[in-house]
């Protein structure tokens, strides 16, 4: 029983949080799915998302990876930080630099590319450049520098334009 207020208290928490983005940002639903059709592709095999991530089509242009469920509420949330940063990117011309894959966990037949890119957790975010996974370099709960390919959990939005800007800089 407190396992499912626990559960509620922290989807409660969620929507505060994103009513709060929405505000900031000035995103509501409208803007969210408009920027959703421009950016983001939702694949439903592994073919596909290989395909995708492998594409010549997206030869210097960053994907982000995003690993989620649907039950998963601050997977829920990160898609108003996603849908913020490109919409930034989008209100200073940079709008064909960043493209997000939402790989849905959900679906069995995307079970083995979380294996694949060793997805333990949810949200799981990796970046993609030029058909490779971009090594991070971040402190952790210590304060000192490590590098990772994968970051897991949700991230303040820093962090995520943080590696789309170092990659920006190495092109």
């Known amino acids: ?11 409660k928490k969620v929507k505060e949080i994103v009513k709060k983005k929405e505000k900031e940002l000035k995103l509501d639903e409208e803007v969210m799915e408009s920027i959703k059709r421009k950016y983001y592709k939702f694949p439903k095999t592994e073919e596909e998302v290989k ?77 993609i450049y030029n058909a490779e996974l971009v090594k991070i370099k971040m402190k952790d709960e210590e304060g000192k520098v490590i590098e990772t390919e994968i970051l897991v959990g949700l991230k303040d939005e820093e962090v995520y334009v943080g590696v789309i800007e170092n990659i920006l800089k190495i092109r």
């Open 51 to 127: 395909e995708i991530v492998v594409s010549e089509n997206n030869e210097g242009k960053i994907i982000i990876l995003d690993f989620y469920t649907n039950v998963c509420q601050p997977c829920k949330f990160l898609d108003y930080v996603l849908c913020g940063i490109l919409k930034k990117y989008e209100e200073k011309g940079k709008k064909d630099i960043v493209e997000v894959v939402k790989v849905n966990l959900d679906i069995n037949e995307l079970v083995n590319i979380a294996i694949t890119f060793s997805v333990k957790a949810v949200p799981t975010v990796l970046f």
């Open 1 to 11: 029983m407190s396992e499912e207020n626990d559960e509620k208290e922290l989807e």
